[in-house]
C-alpha cells in the first residue's frame, strides 16, 4: 500500500510558478511510476507528466514549462510549473503505478492550484 500525500498548491499570478511537491509512504517507492495529473472544473481528469525513474513525458501544453523530478531517498516527487497561465488552474493529483499496470494503482488527494489573469 502507497499512501501520496500532494503539497505545494496555491493561487499565483499568470506568468508566476509553484513547485508541486507529492510525498510518499512505503519502502519501494523507487520502483513506481510516478505521474502528475490535474482536473479543472467541469473537465475529465488529463495527464500531465509522468517520471519513469529518469525518462520523462509531459502532456504538450506542458512541455518547456512544467518540469517533473523525484528524489528517491526522499520518497518525494516534484512538480516544477513555470510561466502558469490561467488555464492551468485545476486540482492537480500526484499518482504512483506499478510498472506493467494499465493504470494508476495509488492517488493522492489533490491540490488546488489556481492561476489568476
Known amino acids: 500500500q502507497v499512501q501520496l500525500v500532494e503539497s505545494g498548491g496555491g493561487l499565483v499570478q499568470a506568468g508566476g510558478s509553484l513547485r508541486l511537491s507529492c510525498a510518499a509512504s512505503?519502502?519501494?517507492?523507487?520502483?513506481?511510476?510516478m505521474g502528475w495529473f490535474r482536473q479543472a472544473p467541469g473537465k475529465e481528469r488529463e495527464f500531465v507528466a509522468r517520471i519513469n525513474w529518469s525518462a520523462t513525458y509531459y502532456k504538450d501544453s506542458v512541455k518547456g514549462r512544467f518540469t517533473i523530478s523525484r528524489n528517491n531517498a526522499e520518497n518525494t516527487v516534484y512538480l516544477q510549473m513555470n510561466s502558469l497561465q490561467p488555464e492551468d488552474t485545476a486540482v492537480y493529483y500526484c499518482a504512483a503505478k506499478i510498472p506493467g499496470h494499465a493504470l494508476y494503482d495509488y492517488w493522492g488527494q489533490g491540490t488546488q492550484v489556481t492561476v489568476s489573469s
Open positions: 512505503g519502502r519501494t517507492f523507487s520502483n513506481y511510476i
